[in-house]
């Protein structure tokens, strides 16, 4: 085991300094402490600038969730039906024997193609994650290409046409604003290491807005909540920037010199969202959306921090390209503090090439969305999916339509591997189940969507039982496949240097043993970090109101309000509008492995809609629609909107009589990346064992 990055406390004692592997804005670094070799203590990297303070409740107890008692330890082959979640133990020879003659049989008979390799966030890492690890085993075999677009994507492209970039600040410099609208991010909760800057910038004078569906233990602390109607976003930034003209408060000289199209824009797609129309979609009350206009207008810089739940609808990617448009109609982005931030993923500039190599593909092949995995499976032909290797993901909990996705997985003739740490429902539809290593026992590079620092994380004890790195495992399976490209048996520190072999000056002079010394390294940008001050970085070099990307594309010419397919619907149906936000308590479907009380699956609903259906609180309900249906504890509160319902994602179905929220989820695509759907959803809600709503 390596031994790096240790700093000797005592001959028996050291620490070791490492990062968080979840699927979290925050990037933690995080300090292993241990004694005798063994890890006594997990706590904050107190020398990190963004993270230092504390680790979240969640994951400071890590450390447990290695050495829970469910940990799987060895391989298994399935000897029940498919579901059943019975297996018996094999040797690493005999899973990776019959895992490679499956690939073999499979490319033979259907081509590469016919192998998805499927990658989720259990990991971010580079190396062990979802962008790094099998990706040039796969791509050597010519297998379909994994899409990973469950998340961001559609608001990452819809900022490319405007700004070029979803990093238009660095989230640090929000203490410099003066107003800040936390837009669809609860920010205390699932990104909380950001909030003392946010706390900085009230003690500063700044008023903190939040602008979300939902009364939020954000939004608790928040000087003024806004609880629009979900998926109607973009609907209020448009009429924001018509107020901000009616109140002759746009950056003329701003928009003259370093935007493109603004006139235009101004008169295609403002004129229609006056206040009181917008009141109406959004059900706000007018003098809401008056009083923020009028403090955008007279606060100056305005920092906007916006995150990935608010574009999870149909109109998502448009939602996003309309409110990266404030800033540059109040001028804010040449401002301190000003501007806006939905990632700073793309900040990192790390070679993704490099460590992945599509160079080794053999012919161009096909790319699949990992959001219609139900799709795949059920109708691709051409040809069909007969092998899927399944790593650090969860998709019987985390994809749409899981009643597709139960069928997809349980078809015979599919050959299905789980590399996995505990026994998850997407495991129970396994033909054999690796067991993985989790992060104190693995090397690992990371990046974060919330800061501007790249992490390295150090293994500091060796994998239990019978588990193994996933680099490891890709490794050994191009070795009994017999392939002889050297690229395949790169080592994890090897295609870190890879990653890092890149041209651009962000990463100049960032090096793996300096990586390796402190955990961590801030990219090379500027700071403070304004990346449009001299240009966008669009083909215009200008911010563009108008693009002919997007027209090209089928998108519009100008950012536009595109409504959710369902949710912001007024039906007198008695159907509501589903929330599935983050469960406190996990991460995705992290750490759902101990099933109890608390752990029950819940839907809250505003007392009016409660008293509306004759149900009772903390009685069970029934919740379904065409697609599908789970039960749930019913929950009251006020702090959401009439015509909601809210059921926080991520618990494990068969904890749940076998369906949770993603029953209800439709597996179609947002306006731009392909990007799902979450939060574009409708349900209906009675008592267990009634029919009607
Ligand atoms: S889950 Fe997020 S907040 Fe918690 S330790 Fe990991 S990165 Fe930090």
Wanted: net charge negative.
């Amino acid at each position: 085991m390596a031994d790096h990055a240790a700093q000797t406390v005592h001959p028996a004692q050291r620490s070791v300094i490492g990062a968080c592997p979840l699927d979290c804005p925050d990037g933690c670094s995080w300090v292993v402490d241990l004694e005798d070799g063994q890890p006594i203590k997990l706590r904050a990297n107190r020398d990190h600038p963004f993270t230092g303070k504390s680790l979240c409740s969640k994951t400071s107890k890590y450390l447990e969730y290695t050495a829970h008692p469910d940990r799987l330890m060895y391989p298994m082959r399935r000897t029940g039906p498919k579901g059943s979640g019975l297996f018996e133990r094999i040797s690493w020879d005999e899973a990776l024997d019959e895992i490679a003659a499956n690939l073999q049989t499979t490319i033979k008979q259907f081509g590469g193609e016919a192998i998805w390799p499927y990658a989720g966030s259990g990991t971010v890492g580079w190396i062990q994650g979802i962008i790094g690890s099998g990706k040039r085993l796969f791509h050597h075999l010519g297998a379909s290409q994994h899409d990973p677009n469950i998340c961001s994507v559609a608001g990452h492209v819809g900022m490319r046409y405007t700004t070029g970039s979803a990093a238009g600040m660095d989230p640090e410099d929000l203490v410099h604003s003066k107003l800040i609208l936390l837009w669809g991010t609860n920010t205390t909760v699932t990104n909380q290491h950001l909030w003392p800057f946010i706390k900085t910038a009230r003690e500063n004078g700044a008023v903190i807005i939040v602008i979300d569906p939902i009364r939020t233990a954000t939004a608790k602390h928040a000087d003024i909540h806004l609880p629009l109607k979900p998926g109607t976003d973009a609907a209020l930034a448009l009429a924001l920037m018509r107020q901000l003209v009616e109140l002759g408060a746009e950056d003329q000289a701003y928009l003259a010199e370093r935007t493109l199209g603004w006139e235009a824009f101004r008169a295609n797609e403002l004129e229609e969202y006056t206040i009181a129309h917008t009141a109406k979609i959004c059900g706000l009350p007018e003098a809401s959306i008056m009083d923020l206009a009028h403090l955008m207008a007279t606060r100056r810089p305005t920092g906007i921090r916006t995150a990935m739940g608010m574009q999870r609808h149909q109109g998502g990617g448009q939602a996003s390209r309309v409110l990266s448009c404030l800033p540059a109609v109040t001028g804010d982005f040449q401002r301190l503090g000003g501007g806006i931030c939905y990632s700073t993923g793309p900040t990192y500039q790390l070679n993704k090439d490099a460590l992945q190599r599509p160079d080794l593909q053999p012919y161009e092949t096909r790319s699949l969305a990992m959001t219609r995995l139900g799709q795949g499976l059920l109708d691709l032909d051409d040809p069909p999916i007969k092998t899927l290797i399944i790593w650090a993901a969860n998709p019987m909990v985390s994809n749409p339509d899981q009643g597709r996705i139960r069928k997809g997985l349980s078809r015979e003739d599919l050959f299905t591997v789980v590399i996995e740490n505990f026994h998850t429902d997407t495991v129970d539809y396994a033909d054999l189940v690796l067991p993985g290593t989790m992060q104190t026992e693995h090397a690992d590079l990371h990046d974060s969507f919330s800061h501007l620092y790249l992490q390295w994380n150090e293994p500091v004890v060796a994998p239990p039982g019978d588990c193994r790195r996933h680099t490891e495992i890709f490794r050994q399976l191009a070795k009994r496949m017999g392939l002889d490209e050297p690229a395949l048996y790169a080592s994890d520190e090897d295609m870190a240097r890879d990653a890092l072999a890149s041209e651009h000056p962000a990463l100049d002079g960032i090096t793996l043993e300096q990586l390796r010394e402190r955990g961590w390294a801030r990219l090379n940008w500027p700071k403070p970090y304004q990346p449009f001050l001299e240009e966008f970085f669009t083909p215009s070099l200008k911010f563009e109101f108008q693009s002919e990307r997007a027209e090209a594309d089928g998108l519009g010419r100008f950012p536009h309000y595109t409504p959710p397919l369902e949710a912001a619907t007024d039906v007198s149906d008695g159907s509501l509008a589903l929330l599935s936000p983050g469960n406190k308590q996990l991460l995705n479907s992290v750490y759902a492995v101990k099933s109890n009380g608390s752990d029950a699956v819940t839907v809250t609903l505003h007392p009016e809609d409660i008293k509306k259906r004759g149900l009772t609180p903390d009685s069970r309900v029934r919740v379904w629609n065409d697609r599908g249906e789970f039960g749930a504890l019913l929950l009251e509160s006020e702090a959401i909107r009439p015509g909601m319902a809210l059921s926080p994602k991520g618990l494990w179905p068969k904890f749940n009589a076998g369906a949770s929220i993603n029953a209800t989820v439709a597996e179609r695509d947002a306006d731009m990346g392909r990007g799902a759907v979450y939060h574009d959803n409708r349900v209906f809600i009675a008592r267990a064992n009634q029919e009607e709503a």
